[in-house]
């Protein structure tokens, strides 16, 4: 099955600085790359995502790289706010279409990584 | 404000009793996924359904625990008898088919502890 590795753990910037959260993933079959922030006592929200015919996406402070080759992906997170502080997680998973529209592939999730901006 | 809401929010219980947790998922989708989160394990997807058919519950201790869909509109996760190692935080999550993003939209988690 798909195996994700997340790094680092913990990842303490200041305020205005950037952050980058990594991914590495094992099955190649895999296509789509979802990150989710979660706040203390939420549910994980989706903030981005990339699918693998897509080398690079971006909205607005976010973005996401793919490198399928080397199956990696991360997230770059560009004048950090205090209010970024959360934890992220990455995941992959394999979509298949059928006609009557997508099919999820199970979701494998990385360990998380915890931010913390300081003011 | 659609969103998916979970019940309950925390649950405390002895172990061997039974815990029914509920999830409402958003209004149209036809998508929901159950996952435990624990600080060891992580994220752990539980069960699928896509159209109130189980498509994959592999991930679900089947002795012990039982996902059901009896209408499009309520999706329950009961596990029975309940153990220690069954605490953790508990996530519904729903999507559709048709949304090419195949976003899952999570709720706030139902927290169990089991004494």
């Known amino acids: 099955g798909e195996n994700v590795e997340q790094h680092p753990s913990t990842l303490s910037v200041q305020e205005g600085d950037s952050a980058v959260i990594k991914c590495t993933y094992s099955?190649?079959?895999?296509?789509?790359f979802p990150w989710y922030k979660q706040e203390l006592g939420k549910g994980p929200q989706l903030i981005i995502d990339?699918?693998?015919?897509?080398g690079e996406k971006k909205d607005q402070r976010i973005a996401v790289t793919l490198n399928k080759t080397a199956k990696h992906f991360s997230l770059h997170i560009t004048e950090t706010q205090p209010e970024d502080s959360a934890v992220y997680f990455c995941?992959?998973?394999?979509?298949?279409?059928?006609?009557?529209?997508?099919?999820?592939?199970?979701?494998?999730f990385g360990q998380g990584t915890i931010l913390t901006v300081h003011p | 404000d659609a969103r998916v809401t979970q019940t309950p929010r925390h649950k405390v219980t002895e172990m061997g009793q039974e815990v029914t947790m509920r999830c409402q998922p958003i209004?149209?989708?036809?998508?929901v996924f159950w996952y435990r989160q624990t600080m060891m394990q992580g994220l752990e997807l539980l069960a699928y359904?896509?159209?109130?058919?189980?498509?994959?519950d592999s991930g679900m201790p089947k002795d012990r625990f039982s996902a059901e869909m009896p209408d499009a509109t309520l999706a329950t996760l009961k596990i029975q008898p309940s153990e220690p190692r069954d605490s953790a935080v508990y996530f519904c999550?729903?999507?559709?088919?048709?949304?090419?993003?195949?976003?899952?939209?999570f709720g706030p988690g139902t927290r169990l502890t089991v004494t």
């Open positions: 999550a729903s999507g559709h088919t048709r949304d090419r993003g195949a976003e899952q939209y």
């Open positions: 099955d190649s079959a895999s296509n789509y």
């Open positions: 990339i699918r693998s015919n897509v």
């Open positions: 995941a992959a998973s394999l979509l298949a279409r059928f006609a009557g529209g997508t099919s999820y592939g199970k979701l494998t």
């Open positions: 209004l149209g989708h036809n998508t």
């Open positions: 359904f896509r159209n109130r058919a189980p498509l994959d």
